[in-house]
C-alpha cells in the first residue's frame, strides 16, 4: 500500500493507522499547491481533487475521502479492533462519528487554512464554529470513556486527533473542554501517533 500525505494533515490519520496495523507500507509526500508528489508523479492523476489522503492498495486501487481510507484499513486487519465489523450497529455508530468529523470538525477549521487573513469578527465567528463541534466531542467523552467509541480506540480517534490538534497550531484554546484536551493527550502519547508524527517531521525522535 502507498500513502499519499502532507506532514500534519488529516491524511496524518491514515499514516497513525497503518502504524497501529503495523503492516508494511510506502509513504509519498505530497506538495498539494504544486499537484506533485515527492516522488515526482503528478498528483492529480492519483487523486483529481488534488486533495490528501490518497491510499492506493497492493491491487492498485486508489481510495480517497478520509472516512473511506480509515475504514478501509481498519478492514484490512479485524483482529486488530480499529472498527467493529460491518452490518453492527457499532459500525454504523463509527460511521456516524467519522462523518461527524469529516464533514463537521475537519470542515470548521476550514477558514484557518484557506490562506485568506481574517479580521477579528471573521476569526472569532470561525473559532466559535470550531468550537460548537468540539463540544460535541466533548458531550461524546462525558461518560469518561477513553475513545471516541468507547475503552478501545478506533480509526476515529486517529481522525479526531489529527483535527485537533490543529486547534494549538491555528491558536484555538480548548480550555472549554477538558475531557477533549485529556483525550488530544491520550492519543498523542501512542506510540503509532509518535511514530507518525516524528516520520512527518513534526516532532524529533524521542531519546
Ligand atoms: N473530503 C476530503 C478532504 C481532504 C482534505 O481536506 N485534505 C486537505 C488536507 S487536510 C488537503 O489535501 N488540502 C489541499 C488542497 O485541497 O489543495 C477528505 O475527507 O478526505
Redesign the pocket.
Known amino acids: 500500500m502507498k500513502l499519499y500525505y502532507?506532514p500534519g494533515?488529516?491524511?496524518m490519520a491514515s499514516h497513525i493507522v497503518l502504524n497501529e496495523l503495523g503492516v508494511s507500507f510506502d509513504l509519498d509526500k505530497t506538495d498539494?499547491?504544486a499537484r506533485k508528489t515527492e516522488a515526482g508523479g503528478d498528483f492529480l492523476k492519483i487523486s483529481p481533487?488534488?486533495?490528501?489522503?490518497a491510499l492506493v492498495t497492493d491491487d492498485g486501487d486508489i481510495i480517497?475521502?478520509?472516512?473511506a481510507?480509515l475504514q478501509y484499513l481498519a478492514d484490512q486487519s479485524p483482529v486488530a479492533g480499529l472498527a467493529p465489523p460491518s452490518g453492527t450497529m457499532a459500525r454504523v455508530r463509527l460511521q456516524e462519528t467519522l462523518n461527524f468529523l469529516?464533514s463537521e470538525l475537519?470542515t470548521s477549521f476550514g477558514p484557518f487554512f484557506s490562506g485568506v487573513e481574517m479580521d477579528d469578527a471573521r476569526r472569532k465567528k470561525a473559532e466559535t464554529g470550531v468550537n460548537r463541534r468540539v463540544a460535541h466531542i466533548e458531550r461524546i467523552l462525558a461518560d469518561g470513556r477513553d475513545y471516541l467509541m468507547g475503552d478501545r480506540f478506533t480509526v476515529a480517534d486517529a481522525y479526531a486527533f489529527v483535527v485537533l490538534n490543529w486547534a494549538s497550531f491555528v491558536g484555538i484554546n480548548l480550555d472549554a473542554h477538558p475531557k477533549t484536551q485529556a483525550f488530544v493527550a491520550r492519543v498523542a502519547a501512542r506510540p503509532a501517533t509518535i511514530k507518525a508524527m516524528v516520520t512527518e517531521g513534526l516532532m524529533e525522535r524521542a531519546a
Open positions: 502532507k494533515a488529516c491524511s498539494t499547491d481533487n488534488g486533495y490528501v489522503p480517497t475521502e478520509n472516512p481510507v469529516s475537519h
